[in-house]
């Protein structure tokens, strides 16, 4: 892409990188666009504090949001449950024909469309009170229940999104400049590479680590004495958008259980790794982390079995293809 294409929004990003031979090439477009442009209100509310209703009534919700347990048993805090509204909001505002909607705070929504969609609202949400960084992760699927495009929004210092489809990925950056004469919107940044190195790097490895494995603490120590830095922050898409930059390894072990949701998480950034031309491995327990999976044992994704999606998790990791191989010889 050339200089005076730099600057292009998203929107422009999307119409020239999606082909025309696409015949739901408007419908992704629709959906990848109105997720972002949800994403907007989200990183205002996490820069005003999450005690205030100021979205919330500014956006009509019908109910109000307390917190409550989600599907999962797990707490919900007041960010999870609104910026859940906020993105559900958008995609019935803007009247997208989806073949489902599916997101980690509720039960699916079935449509007849042409794309099925995943949301996790906040990746990391524990880590707002501490001001540390989250994002939304997204995976788009086609009617056959292949994912074909995924993007999260991270909020960090500056708003940022990346997305992979069709063999590349790009960073996009909110332009919040005082200067500008329209609402805010994302611009192309780059296309990404992701560094493959045998030694250096970061490492991202979380599990409860008094019930790692015998291999899983071997590995980790193969990962020291290749230089890999810890920098594991709790937030999965925050870790992960660091191993797009410095190269290295996310690992979750399952300690004793396996915790990442399968649809929600691993699969939306595996396929950015995947495309980088890294490597994901599934680890099912850690009575069987001999015996790892690829992307390919994941099933198709489609509105049959879309229900049970909230309770498909596993331990794996992903990052650059040197690291992730040095699991197999640990």
């Keep these: 892409m050339s200089k005076k294409e730099n600057k292009i929004k998203l929107s422009k990003w999307l ?78 505002e803007a009247d997208l024909d989806c073949l489902f909607v599916a997101s980690e705070e509720a039960e699916p929504i079935i449509g007849n469309g042409n794309f099925g969609i995943t949301i996790d609202p906040v990746d990391g949400s524990s880590n707002v009170i501490v001001n540390r960084t989250v994002g939304t992760i997204v995976g788009i699927y086609d009617v056959k229940g292949h994912i074909v495009c995924s993007f999260y929004v991270l909020y960090g210092i500056y708003t940022n999104l990346v997305l992979a489809f069709n063999g590349k990925v790009a960073e996009f950056i909110l332009d919040t400049s005082p200067y500008s004469m329209t609402f805010y919107h994302y611009i192309y940044q780059e296309n990404k590479q992701l560094p493959n190195k045998e030694v250096g790097g970061i ?17 980790q120590q193969a990962l020291i004495n290749h230089d890999f830095k810890d920098r594991y922050s709790g937030s999965f898409v925050g870790d992960f958008h660091a191993i797009l930059t410095y190269g290295g390894v996310y690992a979750y072990f399952a300690s004793p259980k396996p915790k990442i949701r399968i649809y929600y998480e691993w699969l939306p950034l595996a396929f950015i790794i995947k495309t980088l031309e890294g490597e994901f491995y599934i680890i099912d327990s850690s009575e069987n982390d001999e015996k790892v999976k690829e992307i390919e044992w994941i099933e198709p994704l489609t509105k049959d079995n879309v229900y049970t999606i909230h309770s498909i998790t596993s331990g794996g990791l992903l990052g650059s293809k040197k690291p992730v191989k040095l699991y197999n010889s640990s």
């Design 203 to 219: 490492r991202c490895l979380g599990g409860d680590s008094s019930n790692w494995s015998g291999k899983s603490k071997a590995y």
């Design 15 to 92: 119409d020239i990188n999606v082909s025309n031979s696409l015949s739901s090439k408007e419908n992704l477009i629709e959906i990848i666009e109105t997720i972002a442009d949800a994403t907007i209100p989200i990183r205002g509310l996490l820069e005003r504090g999450i005690s205030s209703r100021e979205i919330e009534q500014r956006m009509n919700f019908i109910n109000e949001i307390k917190e409550g347990k989600n599907i999962y048993g797990e707490l919900q805090t007041h960010e999870d449950k609104l910026t859940h509204s906020i993105i559900l909001k958008a995609i019935e």
